[in-house]
């Protein structure tokens, strides 16, 4: 059965609406660091180590920059299981910190592909790969997720980071990301979910906006109905650490208050101990056509 965020928006007016969201984020490139939870939380490195974040080290390797545009809720980079030579294409790249990451593990035989629709972030992502000084084969394509132009049964594994719970159909994106792999590739993900069902009427609110990560956001087990539907298999929960207070505040309006509606502090409140952020690893198994 199809998933698919119920929402008064239409799936186009979504994505125009995150697009010119994140693009403007970019422009600006004001450092609102700490509405990436996967940053914030690696303060305490036995947590980062426990819930899949980014480690000091991790982000001692990114350039300011690019760290200053994070809006993460994992390190996807740190349970791939990368090796070298492979091809890794990343869903939704924005300034390019988990590419970065990606090419110490790939090697310089890897090849790394970024997928964005903000033209603006792959900019970044491009002046923080250069300054990262990254010799791997590094490619960038602006386009939509469900629709990357990517060729068939090429890429060894697709990641992602906070941004298939900002799209309109999650089942179109991993149909892709399934397209895209070889038999036996595999997804490293890190995304936002909510545990448990939340009141309609508050939900039908964050759809109006597309709040932050809360707006397009749907229960877990719902969104690994899409995921097993599709065809993946061995899907691995790595970890899962519930949203804090300060965390959940910041991310019902990302990239920012600056460019997204503030959610009504009741609405967020009595979310309270049901938004997730889960990161999971799958297969495409190796009998795929």
Not at 89 to 107: N, Q, T
Not at 132 to 158: C, R, Y
Not at 172 to 177: G, K, L
Request: with cysteine; glycine share 8%.
């Amino acid at each position: 059965m199809k998933q698919k965020v119920k929402s008064k928006l239409m799936d186009n007016e979504v994505k125009e609406i995150v697009k010119a969201r994140y693009g403007k984020c970019a422009e600006t490139g004001i450092n609102i660091a700490s509405s990436c939870c996967a940053i914030e939380a690696s303060k305490n490195p036995s947590f980062a180590t426990d819930h899949g974040l980014y480690t000091q080290e991790d982000i001692s390797l990114i350039p300011k920059a690019a760290l200053s545009l994070s809006r993460g809720c994992g390190n996807p980079t740190g349970f791939a299981g990368l090796n070298p030579g492979e091809i890794v294409v990343d869903f939704g790249c924005g300034a390019g910190i988990d590419i970065i990451l990606a090419s110490r593990k790939i090697g310089s035989s890897g090849i790394l592909i970024g997928v964005d629709f903000s033209s603006e972030m792959i900019e970044r992502a491009k002046q923080a790969i250069n300054e990262a000084g990254i010799s791997n084969t590094v490619e960038f394509h602006i386009a939509d997720l469900d629709q990357t132009g990517l060729p068939n049964k090429f890429a060894d594994v697709v990641m992602s980071n906070c941004v298939i719970n900002l799209c309109p159909d999650k089942e179109d994106v991993y149909r892709e990301a399934y397209r895209i792999l070889k038999p036996g590739g595999r997804l490293a993900i890190s995304d936002v979910v909510y545990t448990e069902k939340i009141d309609a009427n508050v939900h039908e609110r964050f759809q109006k906006t597309w709040s932050g990560c809360v707006g397009g956001a749907i229960d877990k087990d719902s969104y690994f109905e899409v995921i097993r539907n599709i065809g993946f298999t061995d899907v691995n929960i790595v970890a899962q650490h519930m949203l804090a207070s300060k965390e959940l505040d910041e991310m019902a309006c990302c990239p920012g208050a600056d460019y997204t509606p503030v959610p009504a502090e009741e609405d967020v409140a009595v979310t309270q101990n049901k938004i997730a952020s889960i990161k999971f690893t799958a297969i495409k198994s190796t009998l795929s056509d």
